[in-house]
């Protein structure tokens, strides 16, 4: 496909075309959930008409069936990021289990007291509380990295915050709630210099942009499939295969052992021995699809157009005299994500009344406290893009804007 089809793609996307409170709906939450389209409900649909069963355990048809459908998907993703390997690509149940796993069956093992681990203060709370529980059970040290001027991660500080005791780097590969892409080639090329393992959580970047894992070369990078078209309830953790083949299992039971003895037992080799338990079948199948319909439409053509529709709606925000926009000025370092906030309206104020027109946004703290701390805010309101989104929608939701203060009795 050449160029974006707004109007065809959002004939995918059925639950687009409803009202809400006599307006249509105008979808702004994408950052934290994407809609999914025709092609992938009917994926899982079809899996379980025709080939539901328990993978790996059955000699039968059906089971063979549905394992094969599960190693497709899992080929389908290492295709996606151009991993080396699939069996460095393992299924959880979203980003937040990836980091978790990363944090207890590498951390505990390998970082210890006076060790280092740092992170950026954008993060997800998901990249910051694994970090604390292993810090406060090995007596390690978290240190966080902080913002310049422009918004943008100060890469001064990381290096200086980055040293030789440093074990593990965690940082987004786009922030959640401002929507900066951050520099994460620099920052993982500095920290393998200074012999740190890095992790980069892509859970807002690979629906948005071509994720190349072997041009990256991070140690972990980590995603989840809801963000992408696809179900919830399935994530990405891809590792570098020397270090999982290193590391103990994060969960323990069927499925991801060799022999299983009365007083010990052998796991089963990767990718397997992290996938615990009956796994989320019908999941893969559908973040499988998921990646096929953003790899016919193009993932080039996709930011394009999240990008003109992010630079619109800035330009129209910005005519608002109250209306107070963060992140960085440059749209070359934002994603398609607009934190802003009302003068003397609480976020979750705003929200309500924008919900009153039909526009669906996010406010709160996005799950990134000490960034709101840092930036001396409790909250935000949150925009977000996506591929089917339309500029009617951005006209609506600024004319919505241009309501909410005159609810509360500010006139304007």
């Known amino acids: 496909m050449e160029k974006?089809?707004?109007?065809?793609?959002?004939?995918?996307f059925p639950i687009l075309n409803q009202e809400v409170n006599n307006n249509p709906l105008a979808y702004l939450d994408s950052a934290a959930?994407?809609?999914?389209?025709?092609?992938?409900?009917?994926?899982?649909?079809?899996y379980n008409r025709s080939s539901n069963a328990n993978i790996h355990r059955g000699a039968y048809t059906l089971s063979i069936k549905a394992t094969e459908e599960y190693d497709k998907a899992r080929?389908?993703?290492?295709?996606?990021?151009?991993?080396?390997?699939?069996?460095?690509?393992?299924?959880?149940?979203?980003?937040?289990?990836?980091?978790?796993?990363?944090?207890?069956?590498?951390?505990?093992?390998?970082?210890?007291?006076?060790?280092?681990?740092?992170?950026?203060?954008?993060e997800h709370h998901s990249n910051i509380l694994p970090w604390q529980m292993l810090v406060q059970r090995n007596k390690a040290i978290l240190k966080f990295v902080y913002l310049n001027e422009e918004g943008l991660v100060d890469m001064n500080d990381y290096k200086e915050k980055v040293t030789d005791k440093t074990k593990l780097i965690a940082t987004g590969h786009i922030s959640n709630a401002l929507g900066t892409i951050n520099p994460v080639k620099e920052i993982i090329e500095y920290g393998h210099e200074k012999g740190a393992i890095v992790l980069i959580d892509g859970a807002q970047a690979v629906p948005h942009m071509k994720v190349d894992i072997q041009e990256l070369d991070?140690?972990?990078?980590?995603?989840?499939?809801?963000?992408?078209?696809?179900?919830?309830?399935?994530?990405?953790?891809?590792?570098?295969?020397e270090i999982l083949e290193s590391m103990s299992p994060f969960l323990s039971g069927g499925d991801m052992i060799e022999y299983v003895e009365e007083q010990s037992s052998t796991y089963g080799e990767l990718p397997y021995k992290f996938e615990a338990g009956t796994q989320n079948v019908e999941a893969a199948v559908g973040l499988k699809s998921a990646i096929e319909y953003l790899e016919d439409i193009g993932l080039e053509n996709i930011k394009k157009h999240e990008m003109k529709l992010t630079q619109y709606a800035l330009e129209r925000m910005k005519e608002i005299p109250y209306v107070t926009i963060y992140g960085p000025e440059n749209i070359k370092n934002r994603s398609s994500v607009i934190s802003f906030n009302i003068d003397d309206v609480h976020p979750h104020d705003v929200a309500t009344i924008l919900d009153s027109y039909g526009v669906a946004v996010r406010a709160g703290h996005h799950c990134a406290q000490p960034l709101m701390k840092h930036l001396g805010i409790n909250a935000t309101c949150r925009a977000s893009f996506y591929l089917y989104n339309t500029i009617e929608e951005v006209d609506q939701f600024i004319e919505s804007l241009k309501n909410v203060r005159k609810w509360l009795g500010y006139g304007s």
């Open 4 to 12: 974006l089809n707004v109007e065809k793609i959002r004939e995918d």
């Open 218 to 241: 991070p140690d972990f990078y980590v995603f989840s499939g809801h963000k992408m078209l696809g179900p919830m309830g399935i994530g990405i953790l891809y590792g570098r295969k």
């Open 33 to 46: 959930t994407t809609q999914k389209p025709l092609s992938v409900i009917r994926a899982m649909e079809k």
């Open 75 to 122: 080929e389908k993703v290492r295709d996606f990021i151009n991993s080396p390997s699939t069996s460095s690509i393992i299924f959880t149940k979203n980003t937040t289990e990836a980091i978790n796993l990363v944090a207890f069956s590498y951390g505990l093992d390998n970082i210890g007291e006076g060790d280092e681990i740092v992170v950026l203060i954008t």
